[in-house]
């Protein structure tokens, strides 16, 4: 993949619903600054014993913070809005936009000399492969991904979960916390086990997964059009500090290595 159609081929690819006569893309997507990143999460990235370390996290989130964080006292959302402030936490980061994936591949401009990526995963086709209560949850709302009170209904909390089966990955949809989790079209994947690995799952499941590597070279190019498509740290971070880390990026000369 050389140019910037190329991507565009590849990132919509298989995308039209023949039933719905409609493009209706079953991929969630995740940018990566930075091709040779694995599919780990930031709670293994933390070493030591994860799943102690996971119990401590979460508690002392909810213990400290404010109980109208949430919109409903649940294990789940409270893990959602955990993830979403930076606790480290068994859950990835995915979105629905192709291009909210580039942006995040294209935002670190001390990494433009190396090979960014973007992961794509079918998750309709990955909830195929769940266990059968969770796949029942899902026929029963006519739903391809789940919302934290629909996994409420399955599971109470992540120890419940985890007894539900192994070996499996399901994307959720967290609530509507702040304009953030909106304008990034975002989403989660979630495994049964503190220690499960996404990567091995998909390396056993080949079919569910794409990998599209974004060449250095391209990075310069990908990112300008992405600024002129106003999808930019000041729409995807609403505030004053998206605002800054905006300008901040546009405005930076690009070197004579750029």
């Given amino acids: 993949m050389r140019t910037w159609i190329e991507l565009q081929e ?32 930031s709670l293994t990235r933390l070493g030591g014993d994860s799943a102690v370390l996971e119990r401590h996290l979460l508690r002392n989130f909810r213990k400290y913070a404010a109980r109208d964080e949430v919109p409903i006292d649940s294990a789940w959302n409270w893990l959602a809005l955990a993830q979403h402030h930076g606790l480290p936490s068994r859950l990835l980061d995915w979105t629905y936009s192709p291009y909210v994936a580039l942006h995040f591949a294209t935002a670190k401009r001390e990494a433009f000399e190396r090979d960014g990526a973007v992961w794509m995963v079918d998750y309709v086709r990955a909830h195929q492969e769940a266990p059968s209560s969770l796949r029942q949850c899902l026929e029963s709302e006519g739903a391809n991904v789940f919302s934290a009170e629909m996994l409420g209904t399955v599971a109470d909390d992540l120890a419940g979960f985890d007894r539900i089966g192994e070996d499996f990955v399901v994307f959720v949809e967290p609530p509507s916390f702040d304009e953030r989790i909106v304008n990034q079209y975002a989403l989660f994947s979630l495994m049964a086990g503190v220690d499960s690995s996404l990567d091995r799952l998909l390396a056993g499941h080949p079919e569910l997964v794409r990998r599209i590597v974004i060449p250095a070279a391209l990075k310069w190019e990908i990112r300008d059009k992405l600024d002129q498509a106003n999808i930019t740290e000041r729409v995807l971070f609403p505030g004053l500090d998206g605002l800054s880390r905006w300008v901040a990026r546009y405005y930076a000369p690009r070197g004579r290595d750029g």
Avoid: P
């Avoid at 493009?23 to 969630?28: G, I, L």
């Fill in 10 to 41: 590849q990132l919509f690819a298989e995308s039209w619903n023949e039933a719905l006569g409609r493009h209706r893309s079953d991929f969630a997507f995740r940018g990566r600054w930075d091709a040779s990143e694995s599919l780990v999460t």
